[in-house]
């Protein structure tokens, strides 16, 4: 058994903190953190139109170097309680497994980092946690705005782990150095709304829309790079909101995301969509928004540190991925090098969400080991 982390894990999932309403989860983690001297600061934050938000950032030392852990302890609606097994804020322990909303997705992580500190005893430098109420909603008023609130008053980060779940199926598989970019597209075409029998007194947008996505989702963006898949342009929506059959629309719209590699920004790629349209000829509308770049921590010290403490606990050797969405990571990479390693991702935001008990354990272990190498060794 785990021990602290456990005891830590199933305190937080019992907090109902579902995006962007906190309800005792950080005040739980502060009255594990003040005990292992750590100076606790609430960050909340607010911006209009969206939720305010509370944060925790929590330092214990004040010289450098400072190694930093990130997370959140919000977590996405459990959904019907009926549908799981068991209450969903019950923490319940059986059969070798925690069940529970956010128990991969990240309150186990944050338990284990926590516990792994407690074991370590004091360090030449300083331990920091990031801990967010705002990761699975708009991510407004949570890391991006606590790290530069630390940057306004020179507070320096020098490494970070982000505990986000990155094992797919078997912990020690896999650990994240990097992630795919993510853009948003709103394409519109505007036309004549006409008779179908008349088409010659219309002006049909539905075609040249559909040209203009099958000329873009028929065109490659690349062939990947060493650390990245291929960049993937996906149509998501194609709406003309009409529910007659003998109507020509006046107007059309598609929707569509990249995730996209290394080799592009969100402003080149937007650049570069928009002269790959304006070759159809035809007007069009287009609005871009970018949620994240792409980024890559290569192989180095901290990804090197991150390999070899899961190969020390596991036995195994992590795959060295850039696979998946995005995480907070994205707004840290800014800042410091930045790694992800936590729990195992299977069952993060389903129902019956769950961690096995020995993975708790090991993740515990791994943390504590990339903790004594980064400031004992």
Same mark, same amino acid.
Not at 93 to 107: C, E, Q, S
Not at 117 to 132: E, N, Q
Not at 244 to 272: K, V
Not at 293 to 314: K, N
């Given at each position: 058994?785990?021990?602290?982390?456990?005891?830590?894990?199933?305190?937080?999932?019992?907090?109902?903190?579902?995006?962007? %309403?906190?309800?005792?989860?950080?005040?739980?983690? %502060?009255?594990?953190?003040?005990?292992?001297?750590?100076?606790?600061?609430? +960050?909340?934050?607010?911006?209009?139109?969206?939720?305010?938000?509370?944060?925790?950032?929590?330092?214990?030392?004040?010289?450098?170097? &400072?190694?930093?852990?990130?997370?959140?302890?919000?977590?996405?609606?459990?959904?019907?309680?009926?549908?799981?097994?068991?209450?969903?804020?019950?923490?319940?322990?059986?059969?070798?497994?925690?069940?529970?909303?956010?128990?991969?997705?990240?309150?186990?992580?944050?338990?284990? !980092?926590?516990?792994?500190?407690?074991?370590?005893?004091?360090?030449?430098?300083?331990?920091?946690?990031?801990?967010?109420?705002?990761?699975?909603?708009?991510?407004?008023?949570?890391?991006?705005?606590?790290?530069?609130?630390?940057?306004?008053?020179?507070?320096?980060?020098?490494?970070?782990?982000?505990?986000?779940?990155?094992?797919?199926?078997?912990?020690?598989? +896999?650990?994240?150095?990097?992630?795919?970019?993510?853009?948003?597209?709103?394409?519109?075409?505007?036309?004549?709304?006409?008779?179908?029998?008349?088409?010659?007194?219309?002006?049909?947008?539905?075609?040249? &829309?559909?040209?203009?996505?099958?000329?873009?989702?028929?065109?490659?963006?690349?062939?990947?790079?060493?650390?990245?898949?291929?960049?993937?342009?996906?149509?998501?929506?194609?709406?003309?909101?009409?529910?007659?059959?003998?109507?020509?629309?006046?107007?059309?719209?598609?929707?569509?995301?990249?995730?996209?590699?290394?080799?592009?920004?969100?402003?080149? &790629?937007?650049?570069?969509?928009?002269?790959?349209?304006?070759?159809?000829?035809?007007?069009?509308?287009?609005?871009?928004?970018?949620?994240?770049?792409?980024? &890559?921590?290569?192989?180095?010290?901290?990804?090197?540190?991150?390999?070899?403490?899961?190969?020390?606990?596991?036995?195994?050797?992590?795959?060295?991925?850039?696979?998946?969405?995005?995480?907070?990571?994205?707004?840290?990479?800014?800042?410091?090098?930045?790694?992800?390693?936590?729990?195992?991702?299977?069952?993060?935001?389903?129902?019956?969400?769950?961690?096995?008990? %020995?993975?708790?354990?090991?993740?515990?272990?791994?943390?504590?080991?990339?903790?004594?190498?980064? !400031?004992?060794?």
């Amino acid at each position: 058994m785990s021990g602290g982390a456990l005891d830590l894990a199933r305190a937080l999932i019992r907090c109902p903190s579902v995006t962007p %309403e906190d309800e005792g989860a950080l005040d739980v983690l %502060e009255a594990a953190l003040k005990p292992l001297g750590f100076a606790c600061e609430r +960050m909340p934050f607010s911006t209009p139109g969206t939720p305010d938000v509370d944060n925790l950032y929590a330092r214990r030392g004040s010289e450098g170097p &400072l190694f930093c852990f990130a997370g959140h302890t919000d977590v996405v609606p459990a959904g019907d309680p009926d549908d799981w097994s068991v209450p969903p804020f019950s923490a319940t322990v059986a059969n070798g497994r925690l069940t529970g909303r956010g128990a991969a997705d990240m309150k186990g992580a944050i338990a284990a !980092f926590v516990t792994a500190v407690s074991r370590l005893g004091p360090v030449p430098g300083s331990i920091a946690l990031l801990i967010t109420g705002d990761e699975e909603g708009p991510a407004v008023n949570g890391t991006r705005r606590m790290l530069e609130r630390l940057a306004e008053r020179s507070e320096r980060l020098d490494a970070c782990v982000v505990g986000e779940p990155t094992n797919p199926a078997r912990f020690g598989e +896999m650990i994240k150095i990097g992630r795919r970019g993510s853009l948003n597209a709103r394409l519109v075409v505007e036309g004549v709304q006409g008779h179908a029998a008349y088409p010659d007194l219309a002006d049909n947008p539905v075609h040249p &829309l559909l040209a203009m996505a099958h000329g873009l989702a028929s065109t490659p963006l690349d062939e990947g790079t060493a650390h990245f898949q291929p960049s993937s342009l996906q149509v998501t929506s194609v709406d003309v909101g009409n529910p007659t059959t003998n109507l020509i629309p006046a107007r059309a719209e598609a929707r569509f995301n990249i995730r996209f590699n290394d080799l592009h920004t969100g402003a080149g &790629l937007e650049d570069r969509l928009r002269r790959t349209l304006d070759r159809q000829g035809h007007s069009y509308e287009l609005e871009v928004s970018v949620s994240g770049e792409s980024f &890559l921590t290569p192989p180095g010290p901290l990804v090197d540190l991150a390999a070899e403490s899961m190969r020390s606990v596991t036995g195994r050797t992590p795959e060295l991925s850039t696979s998946g969405g995005t995480s907070d990571a994205r707004f840290i990479k800014d800042y410091c090098p930045v790694v992800e390693l936590g729990l195992v991702s299977r069952t993060a935001h389903k129902v019956d969400e769950y961690l096995e008990i %020995e993975d708790l354990d090991n993740l515990t272990r791994v943390y504590e080991a990339m903790l004594a190498g980064y !400031f004992l060794s």
